[in-house]
């Protein structure tokens, strides 16, 4: 089973910056997509980010140019910087890991989630 555990989330008032860590289960002959969602209270959750496995990175329209997505030095490891929070972006922000690669667990084609952490920005 592969484990996720996203960290760095808090209140900051609008203006500021948040930086979210997201580390998962560290299998050697895997390679990782890892993204990043949100579920505000009373929303659907949405897409924020992702770092894919070869390094190409999407994003959300409503967070280009705000938030950065980054891998750490373990492939396993990815962070997304987040700038000039809004309001709007207070949320419950979610990693998800998706494994790639020829053995197992890395070819299951299964997304893992975290448990969240707690993004709360004041105006």
């Known amino acids: 089973q592969v484990q996720l555990e996203e960290s760095g989330g808090g209140s900051v008032q609008a203006g500021g910056s948040l930086r979210l860590s997201c580390v998962a289960s560290?299998?050697?002959?895997?390679?990782?997509?890892m993204s990043w969602y949100r579920q505000a209270p009373g929303k659907e959750r949405e897409f924020v980010s992702m770092l894919e496995h070869d390094e190409r990175i999407k994003y959300a329209d409503s967070v280009k140019g705000r938030f950065t997505v980054s891998r750490g030095n373990a492939k396993n490891t990815a962070y997304m910087q987040m700038d000039s929070l809004e309001p709007e972006d207070t949320a419950m922000y979610y990693c998800k890991s998706r494994l790639r690669g020829s053995v197992a667990p890395c070819y299951y084609d299964l997304d893992y989630w975290g448990k969240g952490t707690l993004v709360n920005v004041s105006s």
């Open positions: 560290e299998y050697t002959y895997c390679t990782y997509d």
